[in-house]
């Protein structure tokens, strides 16, 4: 039974009755859509926290590294320096033996020469 006086009044009393419900059901689920639209806010910038952590990680494996192949240049640069001044002393003694053996070599035909030519004078 209706309290209100006309039957039009007692269905808009139901019908605001169903519109209540709705609005707080619709206001619970509201909330638990900011809920989890919080909890994926979260997610995410924690993903992000993660993703710069990783990429400062990477930063620096790749900063060692280059580290790393400097000084091995460096090393292999200063041996190869090394080993060209090696090559460059045994070239130079290497001349110095020639030169003097072309020296040797032509004060031998000199003095060879000059004997002849001494001996031919006595004979």
Partial sequence: MCMRKTKE???LANQQKAL???VADM?????????DIG?????????????AEAMREINVSVSNLAHD????????EARIITEKEKWGE?????????AKALILGALVAMGVNIVSSVLKSFN
């Fill in 39 to 51: 909890k994926i806010r979260s997610e995410t910038q924690n993903g992000f926290k993660q993703g």
């Fill in 90 to 98: 045994v070239l130079r003694t290497i001349l110095k033996w020639g």
């Fill in 69 to 76: 192949f400097g000084a091995r240049m460096t090393n292999m």
């Fill in 9 to 11: 009044g007692c269905v």
């Fill in 20 to 22: 209540e419900a709705k």
């Fill in 27 to 35: 206001g619970t689920r509201l909330t638990q859509v900011e809920t």
